[in-house]
């Protein structure tokens, strides 16, 4: 069965201290993380999350600190080829603090310094997970930070071995800027000046953020149980809230806490079979919805002026029929005039040729006489 792509990809924490015994129930107590030695090694404490084993916590011996190792967290970045990628680093100004070598049973893996000196690890596994989708659960690594003292140049260099992509640089003003990280679109981490620090640093390192649900009461709990608050806790863009930390041994660490909305969106969401609230239960949106109706209603009857506007301008076409028929009756009383003229001219005419008929009947009289 083919193993995912670990290539690039933050797969492991590693706690290096000189107090195994008592970081186990520390961090129990900061983040909540259950602790049981390593089927493999008894030596080599595993803390879980309930999803899962998170990290690994082992003791800082005398051959560490002969190779230059310090009590420190050190991430775990997956590699296809540990041997191929120790050699690119070193050609691109890297430090070998451990060469490529085998865990029993668990994979290959060697320990390096970056061109800046923090140190990291590349590791191979022999069985490896597929990468989490969404957001990280309680316990879980939830970010990655490297302080440094270039950090343009650091990027570089991670580009070049992993292929990471620089996603945002955020402008924080007097702070200088954060460089924010990435691989395959999502956000793996950022990258901050080691010189804008608020506190002091022994140079640069790697910082793990783990996901607690309330990163004011593990600050408390990491007082209260021998550790120190390094800054905060605060809120950062996004809506999150973050607190760095130092265990007993010094070790800085963080901690972040999801946005309470995305927290309240969670938990919002119905539970199978949990009937949606009806419509009429809100009765806000009915009111409104109810408005605008009436609102159409009244544009409805704005017509209403036109009807008594025909009904004005019906009065206009009777009287313009109406002048039609008197018009009418006009013409018709003239031709009568006329045709009145006429006969009247022909009766005049009529009376004015009897006299000359008269006339003419006596002088036949008189000549049928005289015969």
């Known amino acids: 069965m083919a193993q995912p792509l670990v290539h690039g990809r933050f797969i492991w924490q590693g706690l290096i201290t000189e107090d195994p015994a008592g970081a186990a129930p520390f961090y129990s107590r900061v983040i909540g993380w259950r602790a049981e030695p390593s089927a493999v090694d008894p030596s080599y ?60 049973k668990v994979g290959r893996y060697a320990i390096l310094a970056d ?16 990468p989490k989708a969404g957001a990280p659960q309680l316990g879980e690594l939830a970010w990655h930070e490297l302080t440094t003292t270039d950090p343009e140049a650091a990027l570089k260099f991670y580009q070049e071995l992993f292929g990471w992509q620089l996603m945002h640089r955020m402008d924080m003003g007097q702070m200088g800027f954060y460089w924010i990280f990435g691989s395959d679109g999502v956000q793996r981490g950022g990258i901050f000046n080691l010189y804008k620090l608020p506190h002091p640093a022994p140079g640069p390192y790697w910082t793990p ?41 010094g070790v800085a660490f963080a901690v972040h806490t999801a946005p309470k909305s995305a927290a309240s969106s969670e938990a919002a969401k119905p539970a199978a079979g949990t009937k949606k609230p009806a419509v009429s239960a809100q009765p806000a949106a009915p009111a409104k919805v109810a408005a605008k109706p009436a609102a159409k209603k009244a544009a409805v009857r704005k017509p209403a002026p036109k009807k ?64």
């Open 45 to 104: 404490t595993i803390v879980s999350a309930a999803s899962g084993p998170v990290a690994g916590i082992s003791k800082l011996s005398d051959a560490n600190r002969a190779q230059g190792a310090r009590a420190d967290w050190m991430s775990f970045i997956g590699a296809d080829d540990v041997d191929a990628l120790v050699a690119q680093a070193e050609k691109l100004g890297a430090k070998v603090h451990r060469a490529a070598a085998d865990i029993d």
């Open 308 to 371: 008594s506007a025909a009904k004005k301008a019906a009065p206009k076409s009777v009287r313009r029929k109406a002048g039609k028929k008197k018009g009418g009756s006009k013409k018709t009383a003239t031709r009568s005039r006329s045709s009145a003229s006429k006969a009247s001219k022909a009766s005049s005419a009529r009376r004015a040729a009897r006299p000359a008929r008269r006339k003419a009947k006596r002088g036949a009289g008189k000549a049928r006489r005289k015969k």
């Open 209 to 249: 953020y783990f996901e607690v649900a309330d990163a004011d009461k593990a600050a408390q709990a990491a007082s209260k149980a021998g550790g120190r608050v390094l800054n905060g806790p605060m809120d950062v863009p996004g809506g999150g809230r973050i607190a760095q930390l130092a265990d007993p041994s």
């Open 115 to 130: 061109p800046q000196g923090a140190t990291f690890a590349l590791f191979k596994p022999l069985e490896s997970a597929p």
